[in-house]
């Protein structure tokens, strides 16, 4: 069983990663850490404690990570991620206020206490800006060379950005930090845009979810339902939502899903392309790359193995 943080920051697509890591059989989630992005930290992980306690996951803890980019002192969340993930971040659903709060360490400091712990053990998925792992980077060097694996959602490699004709959008929030990572020698796996948006789910898929009679299927299936609608007016020839977030959970369960191109990336970080995930033209000839950027995806499979493992955390 894989030892599992989610570094996330709760809108709706987030909230399907958690539910999907959350009821994985072979995942053993040690903590969710918050960010921001999709929404400001501590909405996101008021979103987190409500959705766990919803699913019957409160044993697992819950931290406030870092609420601004890294070389900012302030965050002003996007109205365009308003309008996709809902002003609360999940789909405009109320959902029942939890019985908990967050743990009194630290998000950044509850990852380094994890790696030293666990070292190659662990999995860290981030589907948010990497500001938290750039800080335990900072703070923490060697977690390069003892943490078994990165997985994000962001970038994009052989496709244009959603936030510019260069740049996806969780890296646009903390470009430096992603750059920090990128050439930090940790082993990352990059789930970018590349496949993430070659992943569709339906009405029909939530539907099942909400056919199950339980509050979280019904709760899920609604705030699922909110996003595709928002898809519909941004995005209508995907005839669905994109799952970019479950689609970094499913690389890191099913590695099998996915097609890899091996690869010493960079961020750029000024300039108008600032943001843009690229490969290190100086190391092109050097063997071992440390990322290992998807490029191709059995689209299928992650469907099918998010819809069906949802739903069966939801039937329990």
């Keep these: 069983m894989k030892k599992m943080i989610l570094d996330i920051d709760t809108g709706v697509d987030d909230a399907m990663a958690l539910a999907y890591a959350a009821g994985a059989k072979e995942v053993e ?35 406030l990570g870092e609420e601004h980019a890294m070389k900012k002192d302030y965050f002003d969340r996007l109205e365009i991620s308003a309008k996709i993930h809902g002003q609360n971040g999940v789909g405009e659903i109320p959902l029942k206020t939890a019985q908990r709060e967050v743990e009194s360490i630290g998000g950044v400091d509850f990852i380094i206490d994890a790696i030293k712990k666990y070292g190659s053990e662990l999995t860290i998925v981030a589907t948010g800006p990497m500001t938290n792992l750039g800080m335990a980077l900072q ?104 799952l970019h977030d479950p689609s970094a959970v499913a690389a890191a369960i099913h590695p099998e899903y996915f097609t890899t191109l091996p690869l010493y990336m960079t961020v750029e970080t000024d300039g108008p392309s600032v943001g843009r995930t690229i490969g290190r033209t100086e190391k092109l000839r050097e063997k071992n790359p440390n990322v290992s950027v998807c490029i191709g995806v059995d689209s299928e499979k992650v469907v099918a193995d998010l819809c069906e493992t949802l739903e069966t955390l939801f039937k329990k």
Aim: net charge negative.
């Design 29 to 63: 989630l040690i903590g969710v850490v918050g960010t921001y992005g999709n929404v400001y930290t501590k909405q996101g992980v008021t979103n987190v404690l409500n959705l766990l306690e919803m699913l019957g996951r409160t044993d697992v803890p819950v931290y």
């Design 139 to 242: 703070k923490y060097p060697e977690m390069s060379n003892k943490i078994g694996q990165v997985v994000i959602m962001g970038g994009a490699l052989t496709v244009p950005g959603n936030v510019s004709p260069f740049t996806e959008a969780n890296i646009s929030q903390d470009p430096e930090a992603a750059k920090l990572l990128f050439e930090s020698g940790t082993p990352i796996v990059m789930v970018g845009l590349d496949v993430t948006m070659r992943s569709v789910l339906q009405y029909s898929d939530t539907n099942r979810w909400r056919e199950t009679g339980s509050p979280a299927g019904r709760n899920y299936a609604d705030i699922v339902d909110y996003y595709i609608h928002i898809h519909e007016e941004i995005a209508p020839f995907l005839n669905g939502c994109c």
